[in-house]
Structure formats: C-alpha cells, structure tokens
C-alpha cells in the first residue's frame, strides 16, 4: 500500500515536472523575440533591476512553501539560460575557478554561461574594457577585512560602469575523501580560511597533530584533497563541487555574518531605475578647504541617504590629495541625486546607478 502511494505520488511530480517543461519551453520561445528586439534596437541583455523586480513580485504574491532564497536561486539560473538564448556573453571573474568570486558570478550568470577565469583584478577590467568579455565580476568590500582597495582604483582609472552589486555570504566547507575525521593528517585551505575558522578547527582537532597547510586558493586545496589520502580542504562550496569532493561539514567558519560585496562591471550599461536603487561614486577634493563637507552637506539638503564613504590616495604628485568612494541610495536619474551632480560634475564621477541588493 505504501508503495503504490508513493509511485502515485511520483506520477504526480512527474506530471507537474511535463508541465514546467512546457511551460519553460515556452517562456524560452518568447525569450528568443526578445532577444532579437534587443538586438536590432542594440538595448542591453542583462537588466538585474528588472530581474529583482521579477523575483520581487513572484514572492510577494506567491502562497506556497517557497522562501525567498529559493524562488531566488530557481528563476536566477532561468535568467541566466534566458540571456543565453538571447545572446551568449562571457564573464570575466576573479580566478581562479572554484574561488568565491566564481561562486559569486555563477549566482547570477548561472552555470550554463562561459567564464573567464582571470589571475587579478586589473585583468577582469582589462578583459572588459576590450571587449574580450561583456561583464566582470570583482570583490569590492568584506565585512570582515574591509575594501579592496584594487577594485576602487581601478574604477576611476576606468570608463567602465558598475552594473550591479552581488553580497554573497561566505560559507567555507570542509571537505575530505575520509570517512572519519580521525584519518585526517592535513588540512589545505586560504591562509584566511585558516583565520576564519578557529573554533570549527580547535573544537574538532584539539589535541591531535594535524598539519595546517596554507595554498594561494581554496580551489587548489579541494584539488589537493581530492588526490591526497588522509587530507582535507576548507573550501568554498562550488571548489567542493567542480572537484568532486565529498562536504563532510558545512558553514564551519566562525562569524555567520561574513559578507563579501561583489560587483558587477560592464562597458556601457545604464540601468533604468527600479523601486530601490543605488548609486556609486567618486569624488575628488579640491585644495579648497571644507570642499568634501560642502559636497556631503549638499547631499543631506537633498535628503540623499549616504551609506559609504571611503578615502583613497590620490596616487598623483607630490602632496597627499585624496579621492573618495561613496554609495548614496537612489538613482543618478532621480531628479533631487541630478540637482547634486550636475552642481558637483566637475568633482564626481559616476560609477553606476543600480538594484540595491545590500
């Protein structure tokens, strides 16, 4: 009786599974108009604020046992094979593969898209600005270790434009092709994955002699447990996946909110404005005093929210002169944040106006 039940309960799934097929086919045939719409009005591929507004919407009216993460992950990796049908575009990220900037751009390019695995940040901008790829992804802030600076330069030496934000929560995995965690003799992993997981190492191998090795990636330490007997590697989880090693345990760092802020860089895309944006910046001080203090004051006449402020070194001359990185909420064509800019354009550059996600 249990048998027929479940096979029964698996028509079920199987008939429903017909009909999202259908359904998904279909989305894809209108996809497909899309694209060529596009293309002949050359209108830009990947819109993140009319994929939020999407996911938005389906989860606001939406009753069934769905959480927003998963609605989330499911129509991402629709999109993502959407923009494949519309037009194929290479992502350039951080390398190496399996590192969490590739996490990070598979989140939102899905796995079907092609990457470009790059050895720096200099190298994802380069690969963008010829046209060697249509979008980059780099690290621009943890919430643990503070801002990559790299990414703030480059982006004022750079014409290229922030597209969208991505904040990735950053899980390690412990994995191994032991079955026990008494057969580990040596642990591989990032130097900071060492730091960021102290309790998870001290409460699981006090007292044995265990081996710490630290590699440049946590790509290579899942390559290294996966040939290695009597290993491990602390790794993100798609290094576990691409390599093939079994996740003994997950989440084992110690903050659960260790945030890493991800962007999104293209060549030339402005995105239209949604319900909830952001906008980036960098300003420029003159030898005026109180020039910074006139621009930010300016900024809260306006009622424009500033929620970063970071300085950076000028890097030109032989006085210390200083830039700054700032993300106000709204968007760049939102008629009080246009007042500002055009009154301060000759100390501003615009960097991106985009879906706030953090």
């Not at 750079?158 to 003799?185: S, W, Y």
């Not at 402005?270 to 900024?299: I, V, W, Y």
């Not at 993300?327 to 354009?345: L, P, Y």
Request: aromatic content about 8%; some cysteine; hydrophobic content about 40%.
């Amino acid at each position: 009786m249990q048998d027929n039940s479940l096979d029964d309960l698996r028509k079920k799934i199987d008939d429903i599974d017909n009909q999202l097929i259908e359904v998904l086919n279909a989305r894809m045939a209108i996809i497909k108009e899309v694209g060529a719409l596009k293309k002949s009005n050359r209108t830009a591929v990947y819109r993140p604020e009319r994929e939020k507004s999407i996911i938005d919407r389906l989860y606001k009216n939406h009753r069934g046992l769905l959480s927003r993460t998963a609605i989330e992950a499911i129509f991402m990796e629709i999109f993502a094979i959407s923009r494949n049908f519309e037009l194929p575009e290479l992502v350039a990220y951080l390398g190496p593969e399996g590192s969490f900037t590739h996490q990070a751009a598979e989140s939102r390019f899905g796995a079907m898209s092609k990457y470009l695995a790059l050895d720096s940040i200099q190298s994802v901008f380069e690969a963008v600005d010829t046209e060697r790829a249509r979008f980059g992804v780099v690290p621009l802030e943890n919430n643990q270790e503070g801002v990559v600076s790299e990414t703030i330069d480059l982006l004022g030496l750079t014409d290229l434009h922030i597209t969208a934000e991505i904040p990735l929560p950053i899980h390690f995995a412990f994995a191994t092709r032991c079955e026990n965690l008494q057969d580990i003799k040596k642990i591989y992993s990032k130097d900071i994955g060492f730091m960021q997981c102290k309790k998870f190492l001290n409460e699981s191998f006090n007292g044995s002699k265990i081996e710490y090795i630290p590699v440049n990636s946590t790509s290579k330490a899942a390559k290294i447990a996966l040939r290695e007997d009597g290993s491990a590697a602390m790794c993100s989880h798609i290094a576990a996946r691409m390599h093939r090693v079994p996740i003994m345990f997950d989440n084992i760092e110690d903050s659960t909110d260790n945030f890493t802020r991800f962007l999104i860089i293209s060549k030339d895309i402005k995105n239209q404005q949604s319900e909830n944006d952001k906008t980036s910046l960098l300003a420029k001080t003159s030898d005026k005093p109180g020039s910074l203090m006139m621009l930010l004051q300016d900024f809260y006449n306006a009622g424009i929210n500033m929620s970063k402020l970071e300085s950076r070194p000028a890097k030109k001359g032989k006085t210390f002169k200083y830039y700054f990185y700032i993300d106000i909420d709204g968007h760049i064509d939102d008629e009080h944040i246009a007042r500002v800019f055009e009154k301060h354009k000759k100390d501003i550059k615009w960097l991106g106006s985009y879906a706030k996600m953090c």
